[in-house]
């Protein structure tokens, strides 16, 4: 027996199986080595107004638990993505579903990015990473505030008619208490989780000079991530009752399911799929032939 397709964000996902953003470009990038059509869909890397750079190098680096990544949302801007990378997406995928990861320094930069790219028909969604740093107010991250993340959300929403996922972090005091902030000023649903906050020492006894990372710190993803995102999914799909994409630690099918029974509608692979991107498919298979 095959499954039926998830409808959700006002569009039809043949499976839930999504690639996570920030580990699969967009799209293109990944196109050589996995058959994006077979999946729900990608979210992209992150998109902001302005090109960036990115943090410096080393920019990842593994642990037991899962990885640490500082990339920096190193992203080619705005129009780089409008011009280029959004319609060859429009071009080669036909039944998998587009989601646009945006970040910016300022809460204007978000609805910029929204109103300039939500006339593209490839566009199902817009999910919104406010686990980032707010340049105007201090470097606190725009998730971490109710009243600014609801005057983010009306800026976007002003911007767009297209469904507004807000992508969180596990390391907010009370994550269901800010989704349901968030909902109340336009929020059509989440994605649970982004990484924690982290970083490792090259050896014993040296200096934070000596991180493992560029930055001197970095974000936790992979299997240490898995309870906290079912966690977090439950919490917030119960408190309000809206969609939500599960990320944070799949690698296995026992794993998207962890998630489904949490409250999640759709999920995302990002950390397995960097060591063998033939995960995400599999997982769709696997998800499609348990019906
Ligand atoms: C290399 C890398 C880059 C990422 N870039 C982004 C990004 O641009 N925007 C974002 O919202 N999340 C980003 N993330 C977070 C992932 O989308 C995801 O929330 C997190 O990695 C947890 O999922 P995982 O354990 O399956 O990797 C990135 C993660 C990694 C590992």
Request: aromatic fraction near 4%.
């Amino acid at each position: 027996m095959t499954r039926p397709p998830i409808e959700v964000f006002g569009t039809t996902f043949q499976n839930p199986i999504l690639l996570a953003s920030g580990t699969a470009g967009y799209g293109r990038e990944v196109a050589t080595v996995l058959d994006l059509e077979r999946l729900g869909g990608i979210v992209t890397k992150a998109v902001s107004p302005e090109p960036r750079k990115g943090h410096a190098a080393p920019r990842v680096a593994e642990f037991p638990g899962g990885m640490l990544n500082a990339i920096g949302l190193a992203n080619p801007g705005l129009e780089h993505v409008a011009a280029d990378d959004l319609p060859w997406l429009d071009q080669h995928l036909h039944r998998a579903r587009v989601i646009v990861n945006v970040v910016g320094n300022t809460i204007a930069d978000y609805a910029t990015v929204v109103a300039r790219l939500s006339p593209q028909s490839v566009v199902v969604a817009f999910e919104l990473n406010v686990s980032c740093p707010n340049t105007a107010r201090g470097g606190e991250e725009f998730g971490a505030d109710d009243a600014v993340l609801s005057e983010l959300l009306r800026g976007c929403r002003a911007a767009t008619g297209k469904p507004l996922i807000v992508k969180l972090a596990p390391t907010l005091s009370d994550v269901a208490r800010t989704a349901e902030s968030a909902a109340g000023a336009g929020a059509d649903g989440f994605t649970l989780v982004n990484t924690i906050p982290g970083t490792l020492y090259r050896g014993p006894g040296v200096s934070a000079a000596a991180s493992r990372l560029g930055n001197g710190q970095g974000g936790v993803s992979g299997p240490a991530l898995l309870p906290v995102g079912v966690l977090a999914t439950r919490r917030v799909h119960q408190r309000t009752k809206l969609p939500v994409i599960g990320v944070g630690g799949i690698r296995t099918i026992d794993d998207v399911m962890q998630y489904l029974e949490a409250g999640a509608s759709l999920v995302a692979v990002g950390t397995a799929a960097l060591a063998d991107p033939r995960i995400p498919e599999r997982l769709a298979e696997s998800w499609s032939a348990n019906g």
